[in-house]
């Protein structure tokens, strides 16, 4: 009985809650219907497909790797973007660039982003900048987790 008594207040507590945020949005956007300027705005609803949301400029979307003007990739498989990732995502795996100029490069460069938490330590800890988080690309979801997993060839694509 009193376990139900205590149910009861909390279901109450939420619909106080749930109330007072319904009136209080209401409120300023009726003050905005008749055109009564105020510092606080009510809730904002976008209609997503249509309308989107600017992208901050700080903001961390996809992985890309840069390439040089031959076309390869810039990565010289250095290792410290997958030593300083937190996740643990990042998969590199280095192979002799027949370059002279260029002592290593990636044979396989693979990110799990099903496991990334897009901290942005890999595009810091890179020397050459050749990761970049800059795609604007917020739309990556998948049936599979497979489809998740970018190796060399979706990265530099």
């Known amino acids: 009985m009193i376990k139900a008594l205590g149910y009861f207040i909390e279901i109450i507590r939420g619909s106080i809650i749930t109330a007072r945020h319904f009136v209080v949005n209401m409120f300023f956007h009726i003050l905005k219907v008749l055109r009564i300027k105020t510092k606080r705005k009510g809730a904002v609803t976008i209609q997503y497909p249509e309308q989107r949301r600017e992208i901050a400029s700080r903001h961390r979307s996809l992985h890309r790797l840069m390439t040089r003007k031959d076309g390869k990739p810039r990565c010289v498989a250095c290792m410290l973007c997958a030593t300083v990732c937190p996740s643990e995502c990042i998969y590199i795996e280095a ?23 897009f901290c942005g330590f890999c595009v810091e800890a890179c020397p050459e900048d050749a990761i970049r988080m800059d795609t604007e690309n917020i739309e990556f979801a998948e049936y599979n987790r497979q489809e998740l997993i970018y190796d060399l060839d979706k990265l530099l694509g």
């Not at 260029?102 to 990334?116: E, G, N, T, V």
């Open 95 to 117: 192979e002799e660039d027949p370059d002279p100029e260029i002592q290593k490069c990636p044979a396989k460069f693979i990110i799990d982003l099903s496991r990334c938490c």
